[in-house]
């Protein structure tokens, strides 16, 4: 078990070294000169060669690369050139923020894609699973920004019954103690803040969630068909246990544990989607920050936004590693057995050594 824990560790840390080099050559192929930016538009040449010797772009690309992983090393993202602070703090600022949309899409990805896939496994060929499966494919063909506006006109312009953009109602504030403005309300006992937060929140998470309820719904329906034919359900079956029964605890639970894969994959790919979530319903947190950092042509705040998500799914993937060693006693039992194949095995007694 220690042997897959360190090869999942060194993996990660391939996967991150691999998308440090990504990040620095997109920083040297990319439109947009940072000694500008910098600088300032009406720098002038001796400004401008100040600023780029500060930075270190007037150096080898070789040593570049290395002070580029050195300040990496250190948390130092460079400065953005929009608000004249760290990179790095401006994301430490916003990303609370787009963890709490993308948990809120998750909750509703797991509480509408699971039941969603049982249902189509449980009366597949029949009028239930098309359906299901119908409702699934129009929730990842729509694209995610025009799936959004067609909901603030329908819940929001229409009915009124959510609000349209924003993250609090007008007048309404909250002091700043985590960044989640759900749980800052919350924390502060302000109850009236706290659901005017959850109502705000519900439109992005359902429009972010859509693309992602489809892949978790097939997911679970491939799974929970195959869980279905196996075995050991059949044998619930034939001691008198409850269809519910045989369902929830024998089939499901263990169809779940390929989807606990696709679950904790998401979570790097909600982060990254936030983009146009954010944009869409005017929420501040890392997808918007990108956007106003592409936007601005602010070089720095566009890579450093890309290394946090990169690294944020680096850690969920190895965690979800973890997670499936624990829930897995199939892997684990593969593990023990391939190591028990790779000992050697005992000189026989009298045998020459």
């Known amino acids: 078990m220690a042997r897959y824990v360190i090869r999942r560790l060194a993996l990660s840390i391939v996967v991150f070294a691999g998308l440090v080099v990504l990040a620095f050559v997109m920083v040297q192929i990319l439109p947009g000169d940072p000694a500008r930016a910098e600088a300032g538009r009406n720098a002038t040449a001796a400004q401008l060669a100040e600023a780029r010797a500060r930075l270190g772009l007037d150096k080898p690309v070789i040593v570049q690369f290395f002070g580029f992983v050195g300040r990496l090393l250190h948390g130092d993202l460079g400065n953005s050139v929009v608000t004249h602070r760290p990179v790095l703090a401006d994301i430490v600022s916003v ?102 937060a959850l109502v705000h929140l519900v439109l992005p998470a359902v429009t972010l969630s859509a693309g992602f309820i489809a892949v978790v719904a097939r997911t679970v329906r491939s799974s929970m068909i195959t869980t279905l034919d196996s075995d050991y359900v059949m044998l619930a079956r034939s001691t008198g246990a409850g269809e519910l029964r045989v369902i929830v605890r024998h089939a499901l639970r263990n169809a779940l544990i390929p989807v606990s894969t696709i679950l904790g994959m998401q979570l790097g790919w909600m982060l990254g989607s936030t983009v146009l979530v954010e944009s869409t319903f005017n929420r501040t947190g890392i997808g918007a920050y990108m956007v106003t950092a592409v936007l601005q042509n602010d070089l720095y705040a566009v890579i450093g936004s890309i290394l946090v998500i990169g690294v944020v799914f680096i850690i969920v993937n190895f965690v979800v590693d973890l997670a499936q060693l624990w829930i897995n006693p199939r892997l684990r039992g593969e593990l023990a057995r391939s190591r028990r194949r790779r000992r050697p095995l005992p000189a026989l007694q009298g045998s020459p050594a």
């Open 95 to 196: 990303l609370p923020s787009s963890l709490e949309l993308v948990v809120a899409a998750m909750v509703i990805n797991v509480l509408v894609g699971v039941p969603l896939g049982v249902l189509a496994a449980y009366r597949r060929g029949r009028a239930a699973d098309t359906a299901s499966r119908i409702i699934v494919l129009l929730g990842a063909a729509l694209p995610v920004f025009w799936l959004g506006l067609l909901l603030q006109l329908l819940f929001a312009s229409k009915l009124h019954w959510l609000p349209l953009y924003g993250q609090l109602g007008f007048g309404v504030s909250v002091p700043t103690l985590t960044g989640v403005t759900s749980l800052d309300a919350l924390l502060t006992g302000d109850l009236p803040a706290f659901g005017s």
